[in-house]
Structure formats: structure tokens, C-alpha cells
T-cell receptor, first 112, second 115 residues
Framework: GENVEQHPSTLSVQEGDSAVIKCTYSDSASNYFPWYKQELGKRPQLIIDIRSNVGEKKDQRIAVTLNKTAKHFSLHITETQPEDSAVYFCAARIQGAQKLVFGQGTRLTINP | DAGVIQSPRHEVTEMGQEVTLRCKPISGHDYLFWYRQTMMRGLELLIYFNNNVPIDDSGMPEDRFSAKMPNASFSTLKIQPSEPRDSAVYFC?????????????FGEGSRLTVL
């Protein structure tokens, strides 16, 4: 089955700097890669996603890149702000299936 | 819509007791998922349903866990007997059959503590 590895497990950056979180997946049949943000004590919520026919997608300060050949994808957050502090999860879904397999999560801390 | 509704939000029980977690998906969503979240293992998929039928229960840890979906608006996850290692946050999530990617909508979660 699909396996998703996420790094780093914790990340601390200064406010205003950029943050990058990386994920790799194992199944080349995966075609959908969302990122979820989970604030402390809250539910995970979708922040951005990318499909396998696209190499990059941006939404204001966040962007996701996908390298299908290498089977890895990354989340980029620019001009980080205190409210970006949260746990971020990447996920992958195999084409034709509905279940999402999540990475282990990255705890991002933005230092003022 | 009120979103995915889970109950109870918090449950503290003693080892050996039966635990029942409940979920009401978003109206019109035909997929329902149960995830377990722990520090060690992250978000693990336990089971998911399509049109009330279990599709994949390969993530259910053992026979002590069971899940049902008697109708489109209700699902339960039952643990009997419960053990301390079952302590976790259990999330229910739902989505509609997507033409393209489908966003997974999570409930607030049920935090289970087994003493």
C-alpha cells in the first residue's frame, strides 16, 4: 500500500522567513496530494492541494511543488506569520481509491 | 451545514470498558472515514465507508475495534474491551464522490483516555 514519509518532524523559523516541509510517497499510482493544517486542539483543515498533472500551485503565501519522477512533494510558506504555527500534514491518494494516507506531520513554530 | 459532528468530544474510561464514538457526516457526503491520531503514529486510517458499506477496514487494529454505518447520516466506532493503548484522538471525516480531488472534512474529534 501507499506510504508517505514527511520531514522534518519539527521546524522552527523566525517570523518573516520561509518554511519548507517535504514529503515522499511510495506508490507511483498516487495522483492527488493535499496538505492539511491542524492548529492546537483543532481539526485538520485543507490548505492547498495539487494533482499529479500539475508541477506547482500557489495560493498567496503558500505553494506546493510536485516531482512525480522522484515521488516527492513540498509545501512552501513564505513571509511566515505567528498564525502559521501549527502541525502540517501531507497526504497522498492513489488514483481510483478514496482513502488518504497521511505523513507523520510537521510541527511548525514561528518565532516572533 | 454544521459540518461533521462527533460525540463525545472527550471520554475518560477505565480499561475493559466499552467505548462508543459517534459521527454524523455532512449531508450528501457518501464517503465516511475514521482516523486515529496519536503522537507516535500520526493520523492512521482505521476504516472507511462508501454509501454506508465498509470498503477498507485494513487499518482496524484488532477485533476489539468495530465500526458500523447503519444509514447515511450516522456511524459508530466501538472499542470493546478498551485498553490504555487505545488512548488517542479519533477523527471522523467525510467527503462527496469527487469528479476530481475531493476535500476531506474532519469533525472536531473525540479524545479518548483509557485509564
Amino acid at each position: 500500500g501507499e506510504n508517505v514519509e514527511q520531514h522534518p518532524s519539527t521546524l522552527s523559523v523566525q517570523e518573516g522567513d520561509s518554511a519548507v516541509i517535504k514529503c515522499t510517497y511510495s506508490d507511483s499510482a498516487s495522483n492527488y496530494f493535499p496538505w492539511y493544517k491542524q492548529e492546537l486542539g483543532k481539526r485538520p483543515q485543507l490548505i492547498i492541494d495539487i494533482r499529479s498533472n500539475v508541477g506547482e500551485k500557489k495560493d498567496q503565501r503558500i505553494a506546493v511543488t510536485l516531482n512525480k519522477t522522484a515521488k516527492h512533494f513540498s509545501l512552501h510558506i513564505t513571509e511566515t506569520q505567528p498564525e502559521d504555527s501549527a502541525v502540517y500534514f501531507c497526504a497522498a491518494r492513489i488514483q481510483g481509491a478514496q482513502k488518504l494516507v497521511f505523513g507523520q506531520g510537521t510541527r511548525l513554530t514561528i518565532n516572533p | 451545514d454544521a459540518g461533521v459532528i462527533q460525540s463525545p468530544r472527550h471520554e475518560v474510561t477505565e480499561m475493559g470498558q466499552e467505548v462508543t464514538l459517534r459521527c454524523k457526516p455532512i449531508s450528501g457526503h457518501d464517503y465516511l472515514f475514521w482516523y486515529r491520531q496519536t503522537m507516535m503514529r500520526g493520523l492512521e486510517l482505521l476504516i472507511y465507508f462508501n454509501n454506508n458499506v465498509p470498503i477498507d477496514d485494513s487499518g482496524m487494529p484488532e477485533d476489539r475495534f468495530s465500526a458500523k454505518m447503519p444509514n447515511a447520516s450516522f456511524s459508530t466506532l466501538k472499542i470493546q474491551p478498551s485498553e490504555p493503548r487505545d488512548s488517542a484522538v479519533y477523527f471522523c471525516a467525510s467527503t462527496a464522490t469527487p469528479v476530481g480531488p475531493g476535500e476531506l472534512f474532519f469533525g472536531e474529534g473525540s479524545r479518548l483516555t483509557v485509564l
